[in-house]
């Protein structure tokens, strides 16, 4: 079979095309809601999508020479066998320019499908019977509503190795292109997880022995606290910008925990109070 070259791919210059035009509305979450896909870019995020099998649609390169660049290279990347010539197109820089909601774009944008949230119950079966990961680490985002917050904390979680994400109604829309260029591709990496209600999460939690760990001013120290032996991992909860937890979850809550500070500040941004947690939470697994 003849390799295809980058001269070969199908060139998209008209804003008229029915192609672009579709892409264009996906850097709105209207549009995504719309299409039921999403953009991918950047080089790094297109990579962490590439390996973690992300069900990508369509590639898109810069008519330039980064984008015959980028072709070279991940044209030899066995994921993206399964691709086809008639998903891969040519775009000029132009219109390049106008898909990507980014303000410097790097030569490449996937075009992904939406994957509905997992069923809690289901994937936490499915992770203790492989002992694909142990212990677990699942985030629980209450009632977030800023959505560079949401995408900054699946990225944190992402990097202290968390592998489920549970978004609550009132959270911003994972698929928000704002928030997906905050996680930086890590949404690609994580599991999105849905529980039926807080009484489910709260047996389920008891059940697979993940204490829910939630941040509060009236908690224990944070650096006092210690896991258990015989728990499986945690749930970490981190409440709304402005309200904090909400009572339902306070209610089901195994431990409340604070973060000391000894300046004039009153709190923490939420990002910034996962992130302590999160690093405090990961040194306390790996001292056993």
């Known amino acids: 079979m003849k390799k295809i070259l980058f001269e070969d791919l199908t060139l998209i210059s008209s804003r008229q095309n029915l192609r672009f035009k579709e892409w264009n509305r996906l850097n709105s979450i209207q549009g995504v809601k719309k299409h039921g896909k999403f953009l991918v870019e950047g080089l790094r995020a297109c990579l962490t999508a590439i390996e973690h099998n992300s069900e990508i649609e369509t590639i898109l390169l810069s ?142 939690a008891k059940q697979y022995k993940l204490p829910i760990l939630i941040s509060d001013l009236d908690g224990q120290h944070l650096a006092e606290y210690k896991r258990k032996q015989n728990e499986s991992g945690f749930i970490l909860v981190i409440g709304n910008e402005a309200h904090g937890i909400s009572e339902q979850l306070k209610q089901i809550a195994d431990k409340s925990l604070t973060i000391p500070m000894p300046g004039k500040a009153e709190s923490l941004n939420a990002a910034i109070a996962f992130g302590i947690m999160a690093y405090h939470l990961a040194n306390i697994e790996r001292n056993y």
């Open 63 to 204: 008519n330039d020479r980064i984008g015959a660049h980028i072709f070279e290279n991940i044209s030899t990347i066995p994921n993206l066998n399964n691709l086809g010539y008639n998903e891969l197109f040519r775009i000029s820089p132009d219109l390049f320019n106008s898909v990507a909601d980014a303000k410097n774009p790097q030569g490449i944008i996937l075009i992904v499908k939406k994957t509905e949230p997992k069923d809690f119950a289901v994937w936490l079966e499915q992770k203790i019977k492989s002992s694909e990961q142990h212990p677990l680490r699942i985030a629980l985002l209450d009632q977030l509503a800023d959505p560079g917050n949401v995408g900054t904390i699946i990225r944190t979680a992402d990097a202290f190795n968390f592998s489920g994400i549970i978004l609550s109604e009132g959270t911003a829309d994972p698929y928000n292109p704002k928030v997906m260029r905050s996680t930086m591709g890590s949404l690609l990496a994580l599991d999105l997880l849905k529980s039926e209600s807080y009484l489910e999460l709260s047996d389920l």
